[in-house]
Protein backbone atom coordinates (compact mmCIF):
# COMPACT_ATOMS: atom_id res chain seq x y z
CA UNK A 1 0.00 0.00 0.00
CA UNK A 2 1.13 3.55 -0.71
CA UNK A 3 1.08 5.88 1.85
CA UNK A 4 3.88 8.39 2.87
CA UNK A 5 4.89 11.45 5.51
CA UNK A 6 3.55 14.91 4.19
CA UNK A 7 4.91 18.23 5.24
CA UNK A 8 2.77 20.97 5.65
CA UNK A 9 3.86 24.73 6.48
CA UNK A 10 6.93 27.57 5.32
CA UNK A 11 9.59 25.07 5.54
CA UNK A 12 7.87 22.40 3.39
CA UNK A 13 7.15 24.90 0.43
CA UNK A 14 10.00 27.54 1.32
CA UNK A 15 7.53 29.99 1.07
CA UNK A 16 8.33 33.92 1.94
CA UNK A 17 5.93 36.14 4.12
CA UNK A 18 2.80 37.96 1.99
CA UNK A 19 -0.34 39.08 3.22
CA UNK A 20 -3.61 39.16 1.04
CA UNK A 21 -7.25 39.95 1.84
CA UNK A 22 -9.56 37.09 2.36
CA UNK A 23 -12.78 38.12 1.59
CA UNK A 24 -14.73 35.40 0.76
CA UNK A 25 -17.06 35.60 3.84
CA UNK A 26 -18.71 38.30 6.43
CA UNK A 27 -16.84 38.01 9.57
CA UNK A 28 -18.59 39.62 12.23
CA UNK A 29 -17.95 41.12 15.90
CA UNK A 30 -20.82 40.37 17.98
CA UNK A 31 -22.04 43.26 20.54
CA UNK A 32 -24.57 41.95 23.47
CA UNK A 33 -25.03 38.85 21.75
CA UNK A 34 -25.56 39.46 18.38
CA UNK A 35 -23.86 39.55 14.95
CA UNK A 36 -22.90 43.10 13.73
CA UNK A 37 -20.35 45.00 11.25
CA UNK A 38 -18.88 42.86 8.65
CA UNK A 39 -14.96 43.03 8.21
CA UNK A 40 -12.88 41.85 6.19
CA UNK A 41 -9.60 39.48 7.28
CA UNK A 42 -6.23 40.70 6.60
CA UNK A 43 -4.78 37.05 6.82
CA UNK A 44 -0.81 35.98 6.06
CA UNK A 45 -0.65 33.45 3.04
CA UNK A 46 3.02 32.17 4.65
CA UNK A 47 4.76 33.08 7.46
CA UNK A 48 8.59 33.10 7.62
CA UNK A 49 11.22 30.06 6.93
CA UNK A 50 11.16 29.87 10.71
CA UNK A 51 7.51 29.27 11.05
CA UNK A 52 6.52 25.89 12.74
CA UNK A 53 6.49 22.67 10.77
CA UNK A 54 3.86 20.01 10.82
CA UNK A 55 4.31 16.63 10.10
CA UNK A 56 1.93 14.18 9.09
CA UNK A 57 2.68 10.28 9.10
CA UNK A 58 0.33 8.75 6.95
CA UNK A 59 1.89 5.62 7.81
CA UNK A 60 1.33 6.02 11.51
CA UNK A 61 -1.74 4.55 13.64
CA UNK A 62 -4.24 6.66 15.21
CA UNK A 63 -3.46 7.12 18.81
CA UNK A 64 -6.28 5.41 21.58
CA UNK A 65 -9.18 7.38 23.01
CA UNK A 66 -7.26 6.82 26.11
CA UNK A 67 -4.04 8.47 25.03
CA UNK A 68 -6.20 11.11 23.42
CA UNK A 69 -8.09 11.74 27.06
CA UNK A 70 -4.32 12.07 28.68
CA UNK A 71 -3.40 14.57 26.20
CA UNK A 72 -7.14 16.60 26.69
CA UNK A 73 -6.01 16.13 30.05
CA UNK A 74 -2.34 17.98 29.26
CA UNK A 75 -4.39 21.17 28.96
CA UNK A 76 -4.12 22.98 32.15
CA UNK A 77 -4.44 26.54 33.43
CA UNK A 78 -0.78 27.14 33.07
CA UNK A 79 -0.17 25.36 29.39
CA UNK A 80 -3.46 25.91 28.13
CA UNK A 81 -4.36 24.90 24.37
CA UNK A 82 -4.23 27.61 21.56
CA UNK A 83 -7.71 26.42 20.47
CA UNK A 84 -10.40 24.35 21.92
CA UNK A 85 -12.90 23.11 19.24
CA UNK A 86 -15.91 22.19 20.68
CA UNK A 87 -18.71 19.72 17.94
CA UNK A 88 -16.93 16.97 16.38
CA UNK A 89 -19.13 17.48 13.12
CA UNK A 90 -18.05 18.20 9.70
CA UNK A 91 -16.78 21.79 10.98
CA UNK A 92 -15.61 21.28 14.08
CA UNK A 93 -13.59 18.76 12.64
CA UNK A 94 -12.47 20.71 9.96
CA UNK A 95 -11.19 23.30 12.38
CA UNK A 96 -9.17 21.29 14.35
CA UNK A 97 -7.43 19.91 11.21
CA UNK A 98 -7.09 23.38 10.33
CA UNK A 99 -5.61 24.60 13.85
CA UNK A 100 -3.00 21.62 14.07
CA UNK A 101 -1.86 21.82 10.43
CA UNK A 102 -1.14 25.42 11.12
CA UNK A 103 1.29 24.44 14.37
CA UNK A 104 -1.45 25.62 17.13
CA UNK A 105 -2.24 23.29 19.84
CA UNK A 106 -5.49 22.00 19.40
CA UNK A 107 -7.94 20.02 21.19
CA UNK A 108 -11.66 18.87 19.68
CA UNK A 109 -14.01 17.39 22.08
CA UNK A 110 -17.42 15.97 20.92
CA UNK A 111 -20.76 15.17 23.02
CA UNK A 112 -21.38 12.27 21.23
CA UNK A 113 -20.05 10.67 18.29
CA UNK A 114 -17.96 12.36 15.57
CA UNK A 115 -20.99 13.25 12.61
CA UNK A 116 -23.37 11.97 15.25
CA UNK A 117 -25.80 14.53 14.34
CA UNK A 118 -26.19 17.03 10.80
CA UNK A 119 -23.17 15.78 9.27
CA UNK A 120 -23.97 12.20 8.45
CA UNK A 121 -27.44 12.95 7.57
CA UNK A 122 -26.75 14.84 4.37
CA UNK A 123 -28.12 14.10 0.47
CA UNK A 124 -24.40 13.05 0.21
CA UNK A 125 -24.35 15.78 -2.44
CA UNK A 126 -20.96 17.86 -2.82
CA UNK A 127 -22.59 20.24 -5.15
CA UNK A 128 -21.70 23.70 -6.27
CA UNK A 129 -25.01 24.77 -5.60
CA UNK A 130 -26.87 25.01 -8.64
CA UNK A 131 -29.75 26.08 -6.94
CA UNK A 132 -28.36 28.78 -5.83
CA UNK A 133 -27.39 30.39 -9.12
CA UNK A 134 -30.97 29.90 -9.96
CA UNK A 135 -31.24 32.15 -7.29
CA UNK A 136 -28.86 34.52 -8.20
CA UNK A 137 -29.40 35.17 -11.60
CA UNK A 138 -33.51 35.99 -10.87
CA UNK A 139 -32.93 37.37 -7.78
CA UNK A 140 -29.60 40.18 -8.95
CA UNK A 141 -28.23 38.60 -5.95
CA UNK A 142 -24.65 38.44 -5.45
CA UNK A 143 -24.44 37.26 -2.02
CA UNK A 144 -26.09 33.57 -3.90
CA UNK A 145 -23.59 33.64 -6.79
CA UNK A 146 -20.64 34.37 -4.21
CA UNK A 147 -21.94 31.02 -2.88
CA UNK A 148 -21.87 28.96 -6.26
CA UNK A 149 -17.84 30.22 -6.69
CA UNK A 150 -17.06 28.89 -2.93
CA UNK A 151 -19.03 25.71 -3.34
CA UNK A 152 -18.04 24.99 -6.70
CA UNK A 153 -14.01 25.44 -5.79
CA UNK A 154 -14.65 23.58 -2.34
CA UNK A 155 -16.08 20.57 -4.69
CA UNK A 156 -12.95 20.32 -5.97
CA UNK A 157 -10.42 20.55 -3.56
CA UNK A 158 -13.10 17.96 -1.49
CA UNK A 159 -12.49 15.59 -4.18
CA UNK A 160 -8.63 16.11 -4.93
CA UNK A 161 -8.48 15.28 -0.76
CA UNK A 162 -10.67 12.63 -0.08
CA UNK A 163 -10.89 10.79 -3.41
CA UNK A 164 -11.73 7.44 -2.01
CA UNK A 165 -14.44 8.74 -0.36
CA UNK A 166 -15.64 11.33 -2.67
CA UNK A 167 -16.98 11.08 -6.41
CA UNK A 168 -18.23 12.63 -9.47
CA UNK A 169 -21.53 11.80 -10.33
CA UNK A 170 -24.37 12.44 -13.77
CA UNK A 171 -27.62 13.86 -12.41
CA UNK A 172 -30.61 13.83 -14.58
CA UNK A 173 -33.03 16.54 -15.24
CA UNK A 174 -36.48 15.57 -17.06
CA UNK A 175 -37.97 17.96 -19.10
CA UNK A 176 -42.14 17.13 -19.95
CA UNK A 177 -42.48 20.66 -21.39
CA UNK A 178 -41.04 22.17 -24.53
CA UNK A 179 -39.47 25.30 -23.04
CA UNK A 180 -37.90 22.96 -20.00
CA UNK A 181 -35.22 21.98 -22.23
CA UNK A 182 -33.83 25.14 -23.54
CA UNK A 183 -34.78 26.59 -20.03
CA UNK A 184 -32.25 24.01 -18.15
CA UNK A 185 -29.88 23.43 -20.91
CA UNK A 186 -28.87 27.11 -20.42
CA UNK A 187 -29.05 26.98 -16.76
CA UNK A 188 -27.09 24.43 -16.52
CA UNK A 189 -24.59 25.66 -19.36
CA UNK A 190 -24.55 28.30 -16.99
CA UNK A 191 -23.31 26.31 -14.12
CA UNK A 192 -20.34 25.06 -16.35
CA UNK A 193 -19.06 28.54 -17.18
CA UNK A 194 -19.27 29.60 -13.79
CA UNK A 195 -17.52 26.88 -12.95
CA UNK A 196 -14.68 27.17 -15.11
CA UNK A 197 -11.48 25.05 -14.31
CA UNK A 198 -13.43 23.41 -11.47
CA UNK A 199 -15.67 22.00 -13.28
CA UNK A 200 -15.91 18.28 -13.41
CA UNK A 201 -17.89 17.11 -16.85
CA UNK A 202 -19.73 19.23 -19.48
CA UNK A 203 -23.62 19.11 -19.30
CA UNK A 204 -25.43 17.65 -22.24
CA UNK A 205 -29.19 16.79 -23.62
CA UNK A 206 -30.11 13.51 -24.04
CA UNK A 207 -32.72 12.77 -26.20
CA UNK A 208 -36.09 10.83 -24.85
CA UNK A 209 -34.77 7.88 -26.48
CA UNK A 210 -31.55 8.15 -25.20
CA UNK A 211 -32.89 9.07 -21.70
CA UNK A 212 -35.09 6.09 -21.78
CA UNK A 213 -31.86 3.35 -22.27
CA UNK A 214 -29.74 5.40 -19.07
CA UNK A 215 -32.38 5.60 -17.07
CA UNK A 216 -35.21 2.64 -17.79
CA UNK A 217 -37.41 3.04 -14.87
CA UNK A 218 -37.76 7.12 -15.64
CA UNK A 219 -41.69 7.84 -17.17
CA UNK A 220 -42.06 8.31 -20.72
CA UNK A 221 -45.46 10.31 -19.98
CA UNK A 222 -45.61 12.10 -16.55
CA UNK A 223 -48.96 11.10 -14.66
CA UNK A 224 -49.29 14.37 -12.92
CA UNK A 225 -50.81 15.85 -16.43
CA UNK A 226 -49.96 13.16 -19.95
CA UNK A 227 -47.03 15.13 -21.37
CA UNK A 228 -44.67 13.12 -22.30
CA UNK A 229 -40.70 13.14 -21.88
CA UNK A 230 -39.08 15.66 -24.14
CA UNK A 231 -35.63 14.38 -23.12
CA UNK A 232 -33.12 14.98 -20.04
CA UNK A 233 -30.33 17.50 -19.29
CA UNK A 234 -27.54 15.82 -17.73
CA UNK A 235 -24.98 18.11 -15.12
CA UNK A 236 -22.37 17.13 -12.77
CA UNK A 237 -22.09 16.77 -9.14
CA UNK A 238 -19.98 14.94 -6.33
CA UNK A 239 -21.07 12.57 -4.32
CA UNK A 240 -19.72 11.34 -0.77
CA UNK A 241 -19.89 9.07 2.47
CA UNK A 242 -20.73 11.98 5.00
CA UNK A 243 -19.80 10.34 8.37
CA UNK A 244 -16.86 8.87 6.74
CA UNK A 245 -15.11 12.17 5.69
CA UNK A 246 -16.05 13.43 9.13
CA UNK A 247 -13.88 10.64 10.40
CA UNK A 248 -11.45 10.61 8.19
CA UNK A 249 -10.97 14.18 9.53
CA UNK A 250 -10.91 13.71 13.15
CA UNK A 251 -8.63 10.76 12.20
CA UNK A 252 -6.39 13.07 10.59
CA UNK A 253 -6.03 15.34 13.26
CA UNK A 254 -5.42 12.92 15.62
CA UNK A 255 -2.25 11.69 13.63
CA UNK A 256 -1.35 14.95 13.02
CA UNK A 257 -0.60 15.59 16.48
CA UNK A 258 -4.35 17.31 18.08
CA UNK A 259 -6.30 15.86 21.37
CA UNK A 260 -9.17 14.33 19.58
CA UNK A 261 -12.27 12.95 21.66
CA UNK A 262 -15.70 11.85 21.38
CA UNK A 263 -18.23 10.89 24.13
CA UNK A 264 -16.84 13.78 26.13
CA UNK A 265 -19.33 16.52 27.05
CA UNK A 266 -18.81 20.42 27.88
CA UNK A 267 -20.51 21.21 30.92
CA UNK A 268 -19.52 24.07 32.02
CA UNK A 269 -17.60 26.97 30.56
CA UNK A 270 -14.11 28.16 32.27
CA UNK A 271 -13.64 32.34 32.10
CA UNK A 272 -11.22 34.35 33.92
CA UNK A 273 -11.82 37.63 36.40
CA UNK A 274 -12.96 39.82 33.42
CA UNK A 275 -15.48 37.20 31.84
CA UNK A 276 -13.35 35.35 29.37
CA UNK A 277 -14.05 32.28 28.17
CA UNK A 278 -10.42 30.21 28.93
CA UNK A 279 -11.70 26.57 28.74
CA UNK A 280 -14.69 24.05 29.38
CA UNK A 281 -15.18 21.67 32.05
CA UNK A 282 -15.61 18.66 30.23
CA UNK A 283 -17.13 15.21 31.18
CA UNK A 284 -16.02 11.92 29.71
CA UNK A 285 -19.84 10.07 28.67
CA UNK A 286 -18.56 6.76 29.10
CA UNK A 287 -16.67 6.88 32.53
CA UNK A 288 -18.47 9.82 33.77
CA UNK A 289 -14.94 11.48 34.80
CA UNK A 290 -14.52 14.93 34.51
CA UNK A 291 -11.64 17.03 34.13
CA UNK A 292 -10.82 21.07 33.28
CA UNK A 293 -9.39 21.64 30.00
CA UNK A 294 -7.86 25.01 29.37
CA UNK A 295 -7.36 26.71 26.22
CA UNK A 296 -6.73 30.35 24.50
CA UNK A 297 -9.29 30.49 22.38
CA UNK A 298 -12.61 28.37 22.39
CA UNK A 299 -14.31 27.82 19.17
CA UNK A 300 -18.28 26.70 18.88
CA UNK A 301 -18.92 24.31 16.22
CA UNK A 302 -22.02 22.44 17.33
CA UNK A 303 -24.22 23.40 14.36
CA UNK A 304 -28.04 22.75 15.93
CA UNK A 305 -26.66 23.39 19.21
CA UNK A 306 -24.93 26.58 18.73
CA UNK A 307 -27.35 28.66 20.93
CA UNK A 308 -27.28 25.87 24.03
CA UNK A 309 -23.21 26.87 24.25
CA UNK A 310 -23.62 29.82 23.57
CA UNK A 311 -26.10 30.22 26.28
CA UNK A 312 -24.50 28.66 28.61
CA UNK A 313 -22.07 31.34 28.78
CA UNK A 314 -24.88 33.80 29.12
CA UNK A 315 -28.39 32.87 29.10
CA UNK A 316 -29.87 36.11 27.64
CA UNK A 317 -28.04 35.40 24.35
CA UNK A 318 -30.45 35.41 21.44
CA UNK A 319 -30.67 32.67 19.47
CA UNK A 320 -29.23 33.03 16.09
CA UNK A 321 -29.72 29.06 14.78
CA UNK A 322 -33.03 28.41 13.03
CA UNK A 323 -33.18 24.93 12.63
CA UNK A 324 -34.74 23.20 9.50
CA UNK A 325 -35.80 19.44 9.25
CA UNK A 326 -34.24 17.47 6.12
CA UNK A 327 -35.66 13.97 5.39
CA UNK A 328 -34.40 10.91 3.51
CA UNK A 329 -36.01 7.81 2.78
CA UNK A 330 -34.15 4.40 1.28
CA UNK A 331 -34.87 2.64 -1.26
CA UNK A 332 -33.32 -0.40 -3.22
CA UNK A 333 -31.06 -0.14 -5.80
CA UNK A 334 -33.16 -0.80 -9.08
CA UNK A 335 -35.13 3.05 -8.52
CA UNK A 336 -32.11 4.36 -10.29
CA UNK A 337 -29.24 3.17 -12.47
CA UNK A 338 -25.79 2.90 -10.69
CA UNK A 339 -23.65 5.99 -12.13
CA UNK A 340 -26.76 7.80 -12.36
CA UNK A 341 -28.87 10.64 -10.30
CA UNK A 342 -32.25 12.25 -10.89
CA UNK A 343 -33.20 16.03 -9.52
CA UNK A 344 -37.10 16.81 -9.74
CA UNK A 345 -36.35 21.05 -9.89
CA UNK A 346 -39.37 21.86 -8.44
CA UNK A 347 -42.13 20.09 -6.81
CA UNK A 348 -46.11 21.00 -6.31
CA UNK A 349 -44.61 23.21 -3.98
CA UNK A 350 -41.70 24.66 -5.24
CA UNK A 351 -39.03 22.52 -3.96
CA UNK A 352 -36.18 20.49 -5.22
CA UNK A 353 -35.93 16.43 -4.61
CA UNK A 354 -32.88 14.43 -5.36
CA UNK A 355 -33.30 10.44 -5.83
CA UNK A 356 -29.76 9.35 -6.04
CA UNK A 357 -27.83 6.21 -6.41
CA UNK A 358 -25.31 5.74 -2.96
CA UNK A 359 -23.71 2.27 -1.34
CA UNK A 360 -25.80 0.14 -3.95
CA UNK A 361 -28.94 1.11 -2.94
CA UNK A 362 -30.79 4.59 -3.72
CA UNK A 363 -31.53 7.56 -1.67
CA UNK A 364 -34.51 10.06 -2.45
CA UNK A 365 -34.65 13.97 -0.76
CA UNK A 366 -35.24 16.04 0.77
CA UNK A 367 -37.77 18.25 2.81
CA UNK A 368 -37.32 21.42 4.40
CA UNK A 369 -39.39 21.98 7.36
CA UNK A 370 -39.10 23.94 10.98
CA UNK A 371 -38.06 21.74 13.32
CA UNK A 372 -37.52 20.78 17.08
CA UNK A 373 -33.44 20.78 17.77
CA UNK A 374 -33.27 17.32 19.16
CA UNK A 375 -29.80 15.11 18.85
CA UNK A 376 -32.22 11.79 17.49
CA UNK A 377 -34.90 13.60 15.03
CA UNK A 378 -37.37 10.83 13.06
CA UNK A 379 -39.27 11.51 10.36
CA UNK A 380 -42.79 12.32 9.70
CA UNK A 381 -45.00 9.83 7.84
CA UNK A 382 -46.04 13.32 6.33
CA UNK A 383 -42.61 14.02 5.38
CA UNK A 384 -41.91 10.27 3.58
CA UNK A 385 -45.08 10.12 2.03
CA UNK A 386 -44.19 14.26 0.54
CA UNK A 387 -40.80 12.41 -0.71
CA UNK A 388 -42.37 9.68 -2.57
CA UNK A 389 -45.51 11.67 -4.44
CA UNK A 390 -42.60 14.04 -5.11
CA UNK A 391 -40.74 11.31 -7.28
CA UNK A 392 -43.97 9.11 -8.17
CA UNK A 393 -44.42 11.56 -10.68
CA UNK A 394 -41.30 10.29 -12.55
CA UNK A 395 -41.15 6.63 -12.01
CA UNK A 396 -43.72 3.51 -10.50
CA UNK A 397 -42.77 4.03 -6.53
CA UNK A 398 -44.37 1.83 -3.47
CA UNK A 399 -44.15 2.64 0.02
CA UNK A 400 -43.60 -0.45 1.04
CA UNK A 401 -40.07 -0.32 -0.42
CA UNK A 402 -38.68 2.13 2.05
CA UNK A 403 -36.07 0.22 3.57
CA UNK A 404 -34.82 3.32 5.99
CA UNK A 405 -35.74 6.83 6.65
CA UNK A 406 -33.80 9.93 8.84
CA UNK A 407 -34.07 13.53 9.17
CA UNK A 408 -31.41 15.63 9.67
CA UNK A 409 -31.79 19.25 11.32
CA UNK A 410 -29.99 21.89 9.38
CA UNK A 411 -28.57 24.61 11.59
CA UNK A 412 -29.56 27.78 9.15
CA UNK A 413 -27.64 30.93 10.56
CA UNK A 414 -30.43 33.93 10.06
CA UNK A 415 -31.74 36.57 11.77
CA UNK A 416 -34.20 35.53 14.64
CA UNK A 417 -37.14 38.02 12.72
CA UNK A 418 -36.80 35.78 9.47
CA UNK A 419 -40.34 34.26 9.15
CA UNK A 420 -39.36 31.03 7.46
CA UNK A 421 -36.39 28.48 6.88
CA UNK A 422 -36.09 28.55 3.35
CA UNK A 423 -35.60 32.59 3.59
CA UNK A 424 -32.51 31.85 5.66
CA UNK A 425 -29.59 31.90 4.53
CA UNK A 426 -27.31 28.95 3.19
CA UNK A 427 -24.06 30.84 3.71
CA UNK A 428 -21.97 30.69 7.40
CA UNK A 429 -21.68 33.43 9.72
CA UNK A 430 -17.88 33.51 11.63
CA UNK A 431 -18.31 35.60 14.66
CA UNK A 432 -16.81 36.62 18.41
CA UNK A 433 -18.84 37.08 21.22
CA UNK A 434 -17.79 39.70 24.08
CA UNK A 435 -17.16 36.66 26.04
CA UNK A 436 -14.08 35.66 23.59
CA UNK A 437 -15.54 32.77 22.28
CA UNK A 438 -15.72 32.32 18.39
CA UNK A 439 -18.85 30.71 16.78
CA UNK A 440 -19.08 29.12 13.43
CA UNK A 441 -22.39 28.41 12.34
CA UNK A 442 -24.29 27.58 9.16
CA UNK A 443 -23.20 26.58 5.82
CA UNK A 444 -23.15 23.31 4.03
CA UNK A 445 -21.00 19.95 3.96
CA UNK A 446 -19.62 21.13 0.57
CA UNK A 447 -17.95 24.08 2.10
CA UNK A 448 -16.91 22.54 5.18
CA UNK A 449 -12.77 23.61 5.02
CA UNK A 450 -13.77 27.18 3.77
CA UNK A 451 -15.68 27.38 7.22
CA UNK A 452 -13.11 25.96 9.42
CA UNK A 453 -10.41 28.29 7.35
CA UNK A 454 -12.24 30.96 8.12
CA UNK A 455 -12.77 30.14 11.75
CA UNK A 456 -9.48 29.93 12.54
CA UNK A 457 -8.26 32.57 10.71
CA UNK A 458 -10.29 34.64 12.86
CA UNK A 459 -8.99 33.16 15.90
CA UNK A 460 -5.33 33.90 14.64
CA UNK A 461 -5.81 37.31 14.51
CA UNK A 462 -7.94 38.44 17.73
CA UNK A 463 -4.30 38.15 19.74
CA UNK A 464 -5.26 35.67 22.13
CA UNK A 465 -3.24 32.57 20.45
CA UNK A 466 0.06 32.97 18.57
CA UNK A 467 0.54 33.89 14.71
CA UNK A 468 0.51 30.30 13.22
CA UNK A 469 0.54 29.60 9.46
CA UNK A 470 -2.17 30.20 6.87
CA UNK A 471 -3.99 27.41 6.35
CA UNK A 472 -2.50 24.53 4.87
CA UNK A 473 -5.87 22.25 4.08
CA UNK A 474 -6.70 23.47 0.53
CA UNK A 475 -4.36 20.32 -1.01
CA UNK A 476 -3.83 18.04 2.27
CA UNK A 477 -4.70 13.95 1.81
CA UNK A 478 -7.17 12.92 4.30
CA UNK A 479 -6.19 9.30 5.94
CA UNK A 480 -6.74 6.74 3.20
CA UNK A 481 -5.89 9.15 0.34
CA UNK A 482 -2.11 9.26 -0.13
CA UNK A 483 -2.02 5.54 -1.83
CA UNK A 484 -5.37 5.39 -3.21
CA UNK A 485 -6.27 5.59 -6.61
CA UNK A 486 -9.87 3.65 -8.93
CA UNK A 487 -7.77 0.46 -9.16
CA UNK A 488 -6.90 -0.37 -5.68
CA UNK A 489 -10.23 -2.37 -5.26
CA UNK A 490 -8.00 -4.85 -7.37
CA UNK A 491 -5.06 -4.86 -4.93
CA UNK A 492 -7.09 -5.68 -2.22
CA UNK A 493 -9.03 -8.58 -4.20
CA UNK A 494 -5.68 -10.13 -5.42
CA UNK A 495 -3.83 -9.52 -1.93
CA UNK A 496 -6.67 -11.14 0.01
CA UNK A 497 -6.85 -14.75 1.25
CA UNK A 498 -10.57 -15.52 1.80
CA UNK A 499 -10.00 -17.21 5.61
CA UNK A 500 -13.55 -18.87 5.73
CA UNK A 501 -13.50 -20.38 2.51
CA UNK A 502 -11.68 -21.25 -0.70
CA UNK A 503 -11.35 -18.67 -2.87
CA UNK A 504 -10.97 -14.80 -3.81
CA UNK A 505 -12.58 -12.16 -2.48
CA UNK A 506 -15.98 -10.95 -3.94
CA UNK A 507 -15.73 -7.89 -5.60
CA UNK A 508 -18.17 -6.13 -4.33
CA UNK A 509 -16.37 -6.54 -0.77
CA UNK A 510 -13.13 -5.29 -2.22
CA UNK A 511 -15.14 -2.13 -3.88
CA UNK A 512 -16.56 -1.07 -0.70
CA UNK A 513 -13.21 -1.69 1.17
CA UNK A 514 -11.26 0.32 -1.25
CA UNK A 515 -14.51 2.95 -1.40
CA UNK A 516 -14.49 3.23 2.79
CA UNK A 517 -10.73 2.98 3.72
CA UNK A 518 -8.90 4.34 0.90
CA UNK A 519 -4.92 2.92 1.07
CA UNK A 520 -6.13 1.13 4.65
CA UNK A 521 -8.22 -1.23 2.99
CA UNK A 522 -5.33 -3.64 3.52
CA UNK A 523 -5.57 -3.49 7.58
CA UNK A 524 -8.98 -4.75 7.38
CA UNK A 525 -8.15 -7.67 5.18
CA UNK A 526 -5.18 -8.39 7.64
CA UNK A 527 -7.39 -8.61 10.68
CA UNK A 528 -10.05 -10.76 8.71
CA UNK A 529 -7.08 -13.23 7.40
CA UNK A 530 -5.50 -13.55 11.09
CA UNK A 531 -8.26 -13.49 13.05
CA UNK A 532 -11.11 -15.61 10.55
CA UNK A 533 -13.44 -12.24 10.72
CA UNK A 534 -13.96 -12.23 6.74
CA UNK A 535 -17.69 -13.01 6.88
CA UNK A 536 -20.58 -10.01 5.74
CA UNK A 537 -22.46 -9.27 9.12
CA UNK A 538 -25.12 -9.61 7.26
CA UNK A 539 -26.42 -10.79 3.57
CA UNK A 540 -26.77 -8.57 1.06
CA UNK A 541 -24.26 -5.79 2.14
CA UNK A 542 -20.43 -6.02 2.33
CA UNK A 543 -19.77 -4.86 5.13
CA UNK A 544 -16.94 -7.43 6.72
CA UNK A 545 -16.46 -8.56 10.23
CA UNK A 546 -13.46 -7.14 10.84
CA UNK A 547 -14.57 -3.40 10.42
CA UNK A 548 -15.99 -3.46 13.34
CA UNK A 549 -12.47 -4.80 15.18
CA UNK A 550 -10.83 -2.49 12.99
CA UNK A 551 -13.48 0.90 13.58
CA UNK A 552 -12.94 0.26 17.38
CA UNK A 553 -9.08 0.49 17.58
CA UNK A 554 -8.48 2.93 14.53
CA UNK A 555 -11.48 4.92 14.74
CA UNK A 556 -12.72 5.74 18.03
CA UNK A 557 -15.89 3.27 17.60
CA UNK A 558 -17.12 3.05 20.98
CA UNK A 559 -20.82 2.08 21.00
CA UNK A 560 -23.00 -0.11 18.64
CA UNK A 561 -24.57 3.09 17.31
CA UNK A 562 -21.46 4.23 16.27
CA UNK A 563 -21.00 1.69 13.96
CA UNK A 564 -23.69 0.63 12.35
CA UNK A 565 -24.96 4.02 11.66
CA UNK A 566 -21.45 6.44 11.09
CA UNK A 567 -18.47 3.77 10.58
CA UNK A 568 -20.45 1.35 8.19
CA UNK A 569 -24.15 3.31 6.89
CA UNK A 570 -25.95 0.08 7.60
CA UNK A 571 -29.00 1.94 9.82
CA UNK A 572 -28.82 4.26 6.78
CA UNK A 573 -29.01 1.71 4.13
CA UNK A 574 -31.26 -1.09 5.30
CA UNK A 575 -32.98 -0.89 8.40
CA UNK A 576 -34.23 -4.65 8.87
CA UNK A 577 -31.08 -5.68 8.02
CA UNK A 578 -29.50 -3.28 10.20
CA UNK A 579 -31.66 -5.06 12.96
CA UNK A 580 -30.27 -8.15 12.02
CA UNK A 581 -26.78 -7.52 12.20
CA UNK A 582 -26.71 -5.94 15.49
CA UNK A 583 -26.50 -8.55 18.28
CA UNK A 584 -23.35 -9.69 16.45
CA UNK A 585 -21.85 -6.35 16.32
CA UNK A 586 -22.65 -6.10 19.81
CA UNK A 587 -20.77 -8.93 20.52
CA UNK A 588 -17.70 -8.26 18.64
CA UNK A 589 -17.37 -5.21 20.12
CA UNK A 590 -17.78 -6.76 23.80
CA UNK A 591 -14.48 -9.15 23.14
CA UNK A 592 -12.49 -6.01 21.75
CA UNK A 593 -14.02 -3.72 25.22
CA UNK A 594 -14.27 -6.53 27.89
CA UNK A 595 -17.81 -5.87 28.11
CA UNK A 596 -19.61 -7.81 30.77
CA UNK A 597 -23.04 -9.88 30.15
CA UNK A 598 -25.20 -6.88 31.38
CA UNK A 599 -23.28 -3.96 29.53
CA UNK A 600 -23.87 -6.12 26.30
CA UNK A 601 -27.48 -6.15 26.97
CA UNK A 602 -27.75 -2.44 27.59
CA UNK A 603 -25.76 -2.01 24.77
CA UNK A 604 -28.12 -3.83 22.29
CA UNK A 605 -31.26 -2.34 23.78
CA UNK A 606 -30.13 1.19 23.26
CA UNK A 607 -29.21 0.74 19.58
CA UNK A 608 -32.46 -0.96 18.95
CA UNK A 609 -33.49 1.97 20.53
CA UNK A 610 -31.98 4.41 18.15
CA UNK A 611 -32.87 2.53 15.34
CA UNK A 612 -36.66 3.24 15.88
CA UNK A 613 -35.88 6.44 14.49
CA UNK A 614 -34.66 5.48 11.04
CA UNK A 615 -38.50 4.74 10.78
CA UNK A 616 -41.78 7.09 10.61
CA UNK A 617 -43.40 8.16 13.59
CA UNK A 618 -46.32 6.93 13.27
CA UNK A 619 -47.26 3.00 12.32
CA UNK A 620 -50.48 2.16 9.93
CA UNK A 621 -53.38 1.32 11.92
CA UNK A 622 -53.06 -2.84 12.57
CA UNK A 623 -49.66 -3.11 11.90
CA UNK A 624 -46.21 -2.71 14.05
CA UNK A 625 -43.87 -0.36 13.68
CA UNK A 626 -40.47 -2.49 13.69
CA UNK A 627 -38.99 -3.09 10.80
CA UNK A 628 -37.16 -6.93 12.18
CA UNK A 629 -40.59 -8.02 11.79
CA UNK A 630 -41.11 -10.64 9.47
CA UNK A 631 -43.91 -10.14 6.82
CA UNK A 632 -44.03 -6.40 8.10
CA UNK A 633 -43.32 -3.05 5.77
CA UNK A 634 -40.60 -0.99 7.64
CA UNK A 635 -43.35 0.83 8.00
CA UNK A 636 -47.28 1.48 6.83
CA UNK A 637 -47.54 0.08 3.62
CA UNK A 638 -49.31 2.95 0.72
CA UNK A 639 -48.65 1.81 -2.59
CA UNK A 640 -49.43 4.45 -4.97
CA UNK A 641 -47.93 3.39 -8.34
CA UNK A 642 -48.23 -0.08 -8.47
CA UNK A 643 -45.05 -2.20 -8.69
CA UNK A 644 -41.74 -0.97 -8.79
Keep these: MRRRLLLTGAAATGAVAAWSYHDS???????????????????????????????????????????????????????????????????????????????????????????AGTSSRSTKLVHGGVRYLEKAVFSFDYGQLKLVFEALHERKRLLENAPHLCNALPIMTPCYRWWEVPYYWLGLKAYDLVAGTQGLTMSRYNSPKESHRQFPTLAQTRSEDGSSLKGTIVYYDGQFDDSRLCIALACTAAVAGAAVTNHTEATKLLKDESGMIIGAEVKDTLSGKRIQVYAKQVINATGPFTDSLRQMSDPSKPSIIMPSAGVHVTLPDYYSPEHLGMIVPKTKDGRVVFMLPWLDATIAGTTDSSSEITMQPQPTEKEIQFILDAIAEYLTVRRSDVMSAWSGIRPLATDPDAKDTASASRDHVVSMDTDGMITIAGGKWTTYRRMAEDAIDLACLNGRIPQGLACQTSHLPLVGATGYDTALFTEVAQNYTVPHRPGAIDTRVAKHLAASYGDRAEDITRIAEQRKLGRRLVRGHPVLEAEVVYAVHNEYCETPEDFIARRSRLAFLDQRACQEALPRVVELMAEEKGWWYWKRQRELKRARAFLKTFTSDAAAPGQKSGAHQEGTDLVSSHNKGGGA
Design 25 to 115: VEVRGISNGFAHSAVRLLVPEALSESAPLTRIDYLSKVPSRAEQLRKLADGSERNPFDVLVIGGGATGSGCALDAITRGLRTALIEREDFA
